[in-house]
């Protein structure tokens, strides 16, 4: 058939209309072919909102002003019914190719006559409307789609105990069995007095013009925005919930690509989504990577691209805020950027502030890095069955007032001797300075000294050993004494941090040969930093 035909038929199929009554089944074969057409040369950058229906949606002139951000195809057709949606339904809905569906049918249906003179009957247009939902649900279960209600119109008002009818199954039929959104715009077109406005209608008292054209377009937009906001926000709750189950799969396929970034809590923690992965391996072949829960969120829209906060629970770190970058594509929402951090209420940043100091962290990132060298098997000097009932150390709080700055007098022409050991055999050390510090206005000395055997080595060429013991030995501290490594200084002061101090496996486990802390280098104080235990001391 030419265009020419199908514009007539068209043209009469509007007769119909404007006087009131609609006919349905025509042919539509060359108009849908140009909706598909038009549809494909739009390059799909953008949420596609896909309008199916009839001429309330064809006749809507510059319809895509109505949703920006959106990439809109109007395959409304003149005349249509629900019969002839479901009879173009591979071009008019799986040819365009829609991510959101608005159907707008039934109007023409309540005022469609046979040739007989009988209307179609409400189970009549409910049964067509069910097969066509059924074949969406069916073939695009994915999709988003929202059913419009057959609007009100001065033309039709005859026929509105049977509009409120079909309305009222059409809305049990898309809400209750096929989960679809329904817009019922009676309300926005019709008065305080349930009267329809006739202001918001073209001249033939049956098509909306630029007004009612507007109240439509919110009504709808609002609703394309909820349920794309619905959508958003079940696709960030899963990727939540990917973690709590350890999901690797799930929760990294949720990145845009490899170069898509997180940010977490630590200054460290910049990592392209690739280098996320790689870190967050081991917490994954857990039950549980890690938990957050969401409990408000907001959300942004410029084109294609959105962003959101929202505030989050979670069982590890409290209270919690994620800021993130979304890009919508074709396979769906993608995460390109998210940063996490913590909420601080403003009475505790002082406090926190003090928690945070360099030299805490750096003394926190130590002690996780001594237990995970005692728990893992191929660093450990435990045997199995020790790291079985193995949980950690016990560290003393970190003490400020135990990182001091020393003066070192470099001692000439020692001799080697022999330190003792647990094992009994003697190692060859020599002291090699003094350390002269101020505890708590204190003055204290320490000695530290350098093996015979490990200077002969590159990597600890360098190295100095301070064992030391104080008031704590043997009470809440390992009795032999504690260790401290340190490097030669290159002036004549060094730092340090008793924070830093350790036990020697010795303390922990049979089999090794440990030195034991020389008498002069015992301090008559409590060295209330650093490791403790353990509880044989």
Partial sequence: MSARIALFILGLINLFSYSGIAQCGANYDVLAEEIVSDANLLNHEQTRVVFAGSSTFRLWENIAESFPNYEVVNAGIGGSCFEDLYAYKELLISATNPDVLVIYEGDNDIAHQYEDGRTMTVKNITK?????????KSNHPNMEVIILSPKPSPLRWEYLPKYKKVNDELEKLATDFFGFRFVNCWPNLTDSNGMVISTYFQADRLHLNGAGNKV??????ASIQSSEESIFNDFIDGWHTSASAA????????FFNNASIFQGTDGSEYWTAAEFRNWAAPYFRRESAWTFEAFERQWFRQGNTLWFNERLNSPHMGKCRGIGVVRMTNSGPKIDHYSLSFEVPNEVVDNLV????????EVLKYQKELDDFYTDSTTSPLKQEERIGFYGHEFFEYNPSFNVEAAIEILENESWFDMATSSGKSRKYRRYAVAKFEINGKSLQLILYQSKRLMKMDDYKDHLFLPFTDLTSGVSTYGTGRFMDITIPEGNSIVLDFNYAYNPYCAYTDGYSCPITPKENFIDIPVNAGIKGPNNH
Avoid: Q
Wanted: charged letters at 15%; aromatic letters at 20%.
């Fill in 216 to 221: 439509l377009g919110g009504l709808i937009y």
């Fill in 128 to 136: 067509t409307a069910y097969e066509l939902f059924l074949w969406i």
């Fill in 247 to 254: 999901d690797s799969a799930a929760y990294f396929g949720a």
């Fill in 354 to 361: 003090a928690l945070a100091n360099p030299e805490r962290i």
